[in-house]
């Protein structure tokens, strides 16, 4: 029965990921390689896809654009925005939420979000100002508007900086600035007396821009890593962007070789000749496939990545089995509970496939920042919820489990708005070792105090809204509980003394009194709180697990809650939106720990049969 | 985990340092009614609730737990969790945390503590330092008399600023050059700010004194600060002196010459990659002569001082390494490792009982 669901299952995922291909024929333009076209950004190489979703999801909120009834691709709007700002200026791209920026920006439909560019270019001046008002006022000090005006101008920098970064945006015939450009130079080499001639110094002033605008760069090493040839990363080299590039040629060396063919790209790609761009995009890849070979390998894994989405496939598989699950303690019970099993063990597989990829991609350790934390949390959460299922069986472990991945899965996904999730780390924290071990293990630990409270949470309601809450499924929750307790308090505890160590052998100091530091003294606190109720017999069963439903407050306040003070040394992952949804999640488990307390003869379970 | 609670928050609004003096290394948090001079004691602070958590293990030690095979693991952790809170307590006394900077291609032999303040008179005659005097920044009172059995002058420290901040020039009316008769003090734009207790904020201690000479004649009121880096001097029978307040100096009894310093980006970025100072350590003795690479995550030991590379100042050429002295630093490792084998122990032990149980 089981072997049935996993093939069938693997199956609709292949499909899936046929539905995602693009056919490449000659009457079409082959996205499909354009946006494999690698760029060094924020200090990491990377596919162009990457860089199309990411800002995509900054302007838009989504990753795919709607216009004129058809649906575009991150890459397709990219490659417009390259190539045809006119058009991409006019599309309903930038996302506001705010009322009083919506106010602001006028129009005429009532509670529009969708704003282009052509609309708000004439409002700069004013956005501007807005922006710079707010930005001097500390960031915690901030209300919603400034907030909103900040990002509604990174938003529209954003976007200017990338219509930008392949030429000079609006650019009408690229070949003949480029001929004029090089005829210049040529001038200037010849007769080198005199400063530049004023057409010189026009061509100069204005790639002097283009150096400055640019959102990546994208001109790679003609050489390759000379050291390294055979290097995975060639993080450690600089790129050119194009106006860097260009800058470069009036001093008398050639023109880099990639100039001309984007020029190129450009210029055929305007005259819609579609072979020719396609032929320019692939022999342009050709080659940077023979100079970095490597890291070609890893741009179309990424790609892979990319397509595949396996964070949000997963994010599905969990609540498919949250529903099987339930509907399991009603119907079909041997059958629903098969499938729950096989789709969360899919699930898993492609999570943590997602993990593994992210690993390969950055080429380190599991979690780096807050994004892959949540990621990790809910991977940890899973992998010990198979052990669960394994014990307790009926589909606790997998609801439980389910639950806490699909959970931590909604919040990592709303937290790719701001900009690349495999962002570079900065020195201090570059340490795989200690990212390794500390974050790992204390990760770990949030996940497994998070599960203790998710199966005290479904006896609480199990006991108090069905009859299912019997002796021996008593008895084994409590164990369960009391097991992972034990487990957590060594993991917490251990991770936290890791760090501890980390900072004494970084800056000297074993502990500072770090709000995340004291958050995770907290959670240890409180899980030793628990054992000790337990054992001195302070509490019973009911009591262990409303303790147990608190942890998962004291755990979830102490890993967001200190990022959203904004100081200390943990504070990597600010985001201030956060707060309602954690007060939306302190308030559901308070709810929980009250029904927990109940007088027993409220308890459907354990009620007398009549 | 109330105290952690408040701490936190008072962190988040008034900084570090202050949450650390102010909640965790005292025994009561205070309030200040407005108005008045008490100081109400609301919440114990952190030397208070370790206490009695150390009070309590080592009750919970005697009374409590019964010493067997089984309960062996729970004897280690409680005592464990005692060396904690006492090496915390320790390292809170006895380590001290000071910065080094260095300029490329210079040397220096001494760190800077850069929260304490202090005041130097140095005889500079014939161009050398001859002889100097250090004046804690606990003798800088209003009122307080500066004194020195070897020298014909002293010093009446007539105001005290906490802390300072530059102006434009010393034409603004906020600067306390006016106060100043003599000496460079008497043309810096400097006014006074409130004391800061923020994260990556140093108070500039600044004071007003006036040089009171053999005859008890007035030589003029000087103003001194951290922040006027420029000698202010004065020749008294015939002898030239130099005076200034800086940040307290610890000496090393070697020195640190930076050869060169490594930093890089991440390419394109303004994001640190790595940050290395590339030094040579040589003892005054000559004994010691050796280079040495400090980068972040990898400091340099010596003699009781850890220097770790901090930062980087690309105007000035400076590289700013951490220095700590903490002889207490191997307890926390100690109290982590009896805890650690105390809870394994408990918990194989657990498993193996229940093992037991379920065949």
Known sequence: MKIIFFITILLLSGAHLQAEEISSTERVFAIDSFRRIPVQHEGRIKPLDTVARSSLLLLHGSQSLNHQGNKLSPSQWLLEVFMNPKSAKVVKLIRVDNHD??????????????????????????????????????????????????????????FLSLSNSLWVSGIENVPQELNAFEREVANKSLFSVGGDS????????????LAEAAFFNVLYPEGGNKLRPKEVSSNSDKWLNMGEGLLAGTHGTSLHPGIKTFARMISVYQ???????????????????????????????????????????SAIIYVLVILCSIFS??????????????????????????????????????????FSSVIFVGWGAVAISLVLERILQHCMGCIIGAVIGALSMIVALHMVGTGDTMEVMRAVLDSNFWLSTHVVTITLGYSSTFLAGGLAALYIIRGLLTKTLNKETKEKLAKMVYGIVCFSTLLTFVGTVLGGVWADQSWGR???????????????????????????????????????????????????????LGTGLHAYGFMAEGAFPLAMFVLSQLLIMCLGGLPKHMWRSFKPSS | MGLLIIGTLYQATSGAIAAQEKIFRSFFIYWYPDGSQLKIPVFPGGYFLAGIFVLNMTASLIWRINFSRRTLGVLLVHLGLISIVFGELLSGVFSTESIALIKIGKNTDHSLEIRKAELIVADISNGENVSQAIFPEQELTEGNTLKNRKWPFYLNIKKVFPNAVMVSNEENSLSLSKL?????????????????TKDGEINYLTACVELVGPEGESNGTWLLSSLIEEDQTFTIQDRQYSLAIRPKWRFFPF?????????????????????????????????????????????????????????????????VLQVVENPTWAMPYFSSILVFVGLMYQFVCGLLFYNRKKA
């Open chain 1, 101 to 158: 920026l919506q106010g602001m920006i006028g129009g005429e439909i009532k509670n529009r979000v969708y704003y282009s560019m052509a609309e708000l270019e004439p409002l700069s001046r004013d956005i501007f100002d807005q922006y710079s008002k707010a930005m001097v006022i500390e960031e915690n000090r901030r209300d919603s508007f400034q907030k909103a005006a900040i990002v509604l101008w990174k938003q529209m920098a954003t």
């Open chain 1, 198 to 209: 004023k057409q010189l110094e026009w061509f100069k002033q204005r790639y002097q821009f």
């Open chain 1, 271 to 313: 005259k819609k000749d579609v072979p020719a761009f396609n032929k320019v995009v692939n022999d342009y890849l050709g080659a940077f496939k023979s100079v970095f070979p490597s890291v070609n390998r890893r741009i179309n894994f990424e790609i892979i990545y990319n397509d595949l989405q396996p964070f949000f496939v």
């Open chain 1, 329 to 370: 303690w009603m119907i079909w019970p041997r059958t629903l509970k098969a499938l729950a099993l096989s789709l969360i063990i899919i699930g898993f597989i492609i999570h943590s496939g997602g993990l593994v990829s992210r690993m390969i991609i950055e080429g380190r350790p599991p979690v780096t920042n807050l």
């Open chain 1, 510 to 564: 074993f502990w500072g009194w770090d709000p995340k530091e004291n958050g995770a003294l907290m959670i240890i606190l409180w899980n030793v709180f628990i054992l000790h109720a337990k054992l001195g017999g302070f509490v019973r069963e009911r009591g262990l697990m409303v303790m147990a439903v608190f942890g998962n407050i004291v755990t979830g306040v102490s890993w967001f809650g200190v990022n959203m």
């Open chain 2, 180 to 196: 100043a008769t003599e000496g460079v003090g008497a043309g810096v734009g400097l006014a006074e700010a409130p004391f800061t």
């Open chain 2, 255 to 319: 020195s640190l010459e930076l050869i060169e310093f490594r930093g890089e980006m991440h390419p394109g970025t303004e994001i640190p990659k790595s940050f290395a100072s590339f030094v040579k350590l040589f003892s005054r003795e000559g004994g010691v002569d050796r280079q040495a690479l400090i980068s972040m995550n990898k400091p340099l030991k010596y003699q009781g001082r850890t220097f770790y590379q901090s930062g980087f100042d690309k105007d000035d050429g400076v590289s």
